[in-house]
């Protein structure tokens, strides 16, 4: 399958395959008005699989939901055709606004406007919790 | 400017000092009863409390301050949906320090974030409640003299007993603490207190059902109420109410020196036969929790 190279944009390689929806969907992508490819189950020398993202266009990329999410990606900046910058997004210590806390105990299911704000509390197990009532993000 | 959300907001020094201050109004009240003169401590009660409540209230007029507030959410303007943020923000304008429990847990966590004025977390939810914590350190310390190597029974309800998270919490920074956790399988102690407390700094603790066979090894048990309010399933709570019930032929082999401790209200999980024994500390527990709170708020206050 042949998908056109882009000019300026960004590419998010190295997706876990199967992941690129969700992907799309935290990255709120759907609101964005150029084009958009999702390649899924391209073939991968090291995971057998995998899937790829390409905006054409240069976006502000949400790192923390890529690390949270999917912390193998990588994720090429295109200028002029050119891979300008590379980078491997590493797990955020802090989630603001990514995911809402799911415990019905918690403060921040009732009080409005509320910033849902998770933190990191185990890098190894790659825990979350949620600073209000520090239940564990699922 | 200071809160208290959770008992790990203090260091042990800072408990230290605590103690040091309540320990000296137990033996010269005199001194602290004009510290607090025009100040006001708001109590702000979302969730129905009466000792917490009252001894707030009576720590705060003993230290000759005045007392504002409301004992229920449905005479606040919560009953019309006002944000726990609204609250504080209109609150903070009248008090100097506010001490508020809220049945949502992390509550006061948002009230700090918006309050002009000390927040002192009486309780939200399942989740914390350190100066009930702070009523049982200094009861501790002055039944056994200090924390180290003790071996702490915790009772009954440790999945939504917030009073054993904050314990827990406090009492591991102490060298040579063990915890025996004894329960339902329903209600072990949640899986973040237990990794990221007992796991994490090494602990030495066991989980068992059998209240009688733990006894011997206890210095300190201590009891908690099987909490109706914290159940979504009626039949959940009438299953697990009467797991465990402290009588006096159960502390048969107990050690001489047990401490026994219960947060309050107590439903029936200790007799009231319990209560004549000398080793019953909890109605103890009461009062130092009015001279911890009085001590709390003179150190947020700064008051000198």
Not at chain 1, 38 to 49: C, D, E, L, V, Y
Not at chain 2, 63 to 89: P, R
């Amino acid at each position: 399958m042949i998908i056109d190279s882009i000019t300026d944009g960004i590419v998010i390689d190295h997706i876990t395959s199967g992941m690129s929806m969700v992907l799309y969907k935290y990255l709120n992508l759907d609101k964005l008005t150029c084009s958009v490819a999702i390649i899924k189950n391209a073939p991968s020398s090291k995971n057998g699989k995998k899937d790829i993202i390409k905006i054409d266009r240069p976006i502000d990329i949400d790192v923390d939901v890529l690390g949270y999410l999917d912390p193998g990606v990588s994720v090429n900046v295109i200028k002029n055709g050119e891979i300008v910058k590379k980078f491997h997004p590493e797990l955020p210590e802090k989630l603001v606004d990514v995911i809402k806390c799911k415990n019905p105990r918690c403060i921040s299911q009732d009080e409005q406007e509320l910033v849902h704000i998770f933190k990191l509390t185990d890098r190894e197990n790659r825990i979350y919790r949620c600073i209000y009532c520090e239940s564990k993000a699922k | 400017m200071r809160h208290l959300l959770d008992i790990l907001d203090l260091s042990t020094d800072e408990i230290d000092s605590l103690i040091s201050t309540a320990c000296d109004i137990i033996d010269d009240p005199d001194k602290y009863a004009e510290k607090c003169r025009r100040k006001k401590l708001a109590t702000l009660f979302f969730e129905p409390s009466t000792r917490t409540r009252l001894s707030f209230e009576a720590a705060m007029y003993e230290l000759g301050g005045s007392v504002l507030g409301f004992s229920e959410s449905s005479s606040s303007s919560t009953a019309k949906g006002e944000s726990v943020s609204d609250t504080i923000k209109v609150v903070s304008c009248y008090a100097d320090i506010i001490a508020m429990r809220h049945p949502k847990e992390g509550a006061p966590m948002v009230a700090s974030m918006v309050s002009g004025v000390p927040i002192i977390n009486a309780g939200d939810g399942g989740h914390n409640h350190p100066t009930q914590t702070l009523a049982d350190l200094l009861t501790i310390y002055r039944e056994k003299g200090g924390f180290e190597d003790l071996t702490v029974g915790l009772c009954g309800d440790l999945k939504f007993g917030r009073t054993v998270h904050s314990l827990i919490n406090a009492l591991s920074r102490y060298a040579g603490i063990k915890f025996v956790l004894i329960s339902p399988d329903e209600l072990k102690l949640p899986d973040y207190v237990t990794n990221n407390v007992l796991i994490k700094n090494n602990i030495p603790y066991e989980e068992t059902t059998d209240l009688l066979e733990a006894m011997p090894k206890l210095d300190i048990l201590y009891m908690t109420r099987v909490q109706k309010e914290r159940f979504f399933n009626e039949q959940d709570y009438i299953r697990l109410k009467d797991s465990y019930i402290l009588s006096p032929d159960k502390l048969i082999d107990a050690k001489e020196d047990l401490c026994i401790m219960h947060p309050l209200p107590r439903v029936n999980e200790i007799s009231v036969a319990v209560d004549k024994d000398p080793r019953a500390c909890y109605f103890k527990q009461v009062l130092n929790g009015k001279y911890m709170r009085m001590a709390l708020i003179l150190k947020l206050l700064e008051v000198e």
